[in-house]
């Protein structure tokens, strides 16, 4: 019920504004903007762990940056969490209609709240370290519905 409301709620806002980009999220493959400028550091997908002979699997891409880096958002939605998770830290998840969602982990000083509306490109958070061993770095998802899908596909080159 709340999804449902959600997708009305993005819908009835994206008829009142006048949206950076208005094609459809499952069109935009390889086109999105980055949620921040920096080297990709662990792509996504299943790899090996050399030091722990273990296998590990990246739902998502961690991009290195300088703390305080601004996060953006890749393309208008409404925002459905605003959480701390064991393992990611302070976590962002937009709903962009169709199925499609962002998540931004590892942020600090988060500037949206649950249920606002953010534009592509709106400032949502800033690289930080919060739950992560591994230093300062934003962790980026893409889910198609509950598929987590390579990022760095749906990203520009």
């Known amino acids: 019920r709340e999804r449902a409301l959600r ?8 008829k ?3 949206m950076v980009d208005s094609t459809p999220f499952n069109e935009l493959k390889g086109k999105l903007p980055w949620p921040i400028e920096g080297k990709v550091i662990s792509h996504f997908g299943t790899y090996r762990n050399p030091n722990l002979k273990t296998v590990i699997e990246n739902t998502g891409i961690d991009i290195s940056a ?3 880096t601004n996060v953006k958002s890749i393309y208008d939605g409404i ?6 998770i064991r393992g990611y830290g302070n976590t962002v998840i937009i709903d962009h209609g169709s199925g499609f969602y962002s998540v931004y982990t590892h942020v600090t000083d988060v500037e949206v709240d649950e ?3 953010v534009n592509a490109r709106d400032v949502i958070a800033h690289v ?3 739950g ?3 230093g300062v770095k934003l962790h980026f998802e893409i889910w198609a519905n509950r598929e987590k899908l ?5 990203l520009s080159k």
Do not use: C
Request: charged content about 30%; aromatic content about 8%.
């Open 16 to 18: 009142e504004i006048e």
């Open 115 to 117: 249920n606002s509306y």
């Open 128 to 130: 930080g370290d919060s």
């Open 79 to 84: 925002v459905t969490t605003v959480t701390y």
């Open 66 to 68: 300088k703390a305080g």
């Open 150 to 154: 390579n990022p760095e596909i749906w």
């Open 132 to 134: 992560s061993l591994e």
């Open 7 to 14: 997708i009305i709620e993005l819908e009835r806002r994206r």
